[in-house]
Nanobody, 122 residues
Framework: QLQLVESGGGLVQPGGSLRLSCAAS????????IGWIRQAPGKEREEVGCISSSGADMNYPESVKGRFTVSRDYTKNTVYLQMNSLKPEDTAIYYC???????????????WGQGTQVTVSS
């Protein structure tokens, strides 16, 4: 079963940047679309980006548009979430997730990582 592992979270000041990584041990991520979803305390889960198996990224929600970018490196079998101009309201646990093999970003996520904490604070 596909197992996803996020890394790169941490504490950053407002206006700063972080890059999160999503990797899979023993699995080729090429056939999978990969999404990034965040969960803040007391708030609903929010998808902040997704990239198809071919590398096309979805439209971003207004809350992160122009600041967040999803990309993938096929040679490293890794998907990234680049976050710039971070705001305190971006504080959340960030998860990467994948729909079933071969399915697009429009499908429900079946595989989830354990999440990585991002805290934006001065």
């Amino acid at each position: 079963q596909l197992q996803l592992v996020e890394s790169g979270g941490g504490l950053v000041q407002p206006g700063g940047s972080l890059r999160l990584s999503c990797a899979a041990s023993g699995f080729n991520l090429v056939p999978y679309a990969i999404g990034w979803i965040r969960q803040a305390p007391g708030k609903e889960r929010e998808e902040v980006g997704c990239i198809s198996s071919s590398g096309a990224d979805m439209n971003y929600p207004e809350s992160v548009k122009g600041r967040f970018t999803v990309s993938r490196d096929y040679t490293k079998n890794t998907v990234y979430l680049q976050m710039n101009s971070l705001k305190p309201e971006d504080t959340a646990i960030y998860y990467c997730a994948a729909p079933p093999r071969g399915r697009s970003c429009a499908n429900a996520y079946e595989y989830w990582g354990q999440g990585t904490q991002v805290t934006v604070s001065s």
